[in-house]
Nanobody
Framework: QEEIVESGGGLVQAGGSLRLSCVVS?????????VGWFRQAPGKQRELVAR???????TYSDSVKERFSISRDNGKNMMYLQMNNLEPEDTAVYYC????????????????WGQGTQVTVSS
């Protein structure tokens, strides 16, 4: 049974940076999985922030392009989200998710989810 744990959230002022981390345990197939970061703001649906395929191909939402960077370390079963120039609109609970090799940009393509980490950006 895969288990996903996120860390690195917190309170930051607008313009600041945070780095989220995610560790995936209980699996031997992390290196051939697509993994992604989603977020859910109060009163809004959960949305994709970024994902990275097993081959390292990345996809970003338009709202975070040029500011966020997703990466992975297959040797450690870990994934990261570097968030720069944060805006109040980035305030949300951020979730790490893992899917099979072909998982793309839709929530339903991801089978395993973490509990989320809160990111709050003050103006």
């Amino acid at each position: 049974q895969e288990e996903i744990v996120e860390s690195g959230g917190g309170l930051v002022q607008a313009g600041g940076s945070l780095r989220l981390s995610c560790v995936v345990s209980g699996t031997t197939t992390f290196s051939i999985s697509s993994v992604g970061w989603f977020r859910q703001a109060p009163g809004k649906q959960r949305e994709l922030v970024a994902r990275i395929s097993d081959q390292g191909v990345t996809t970003y939402s338009d709202s975070v392009k040029e500011r966020f960077s997703i990466s992975r370390d297959n040797g450690k079963n870990m994934m990261y989200l570097q968030m720069n120039n944060l805006e109040p609109e980035d305030t949300a609970v951020y979730y790490c998710a893992a899917g099979d090799q072909g998982a793309g940009t839709e929530e339903k393509e991801y089978d395993y989810w973490g509990q989320g980490t809160q990111v709050t950006v003050s103006s």
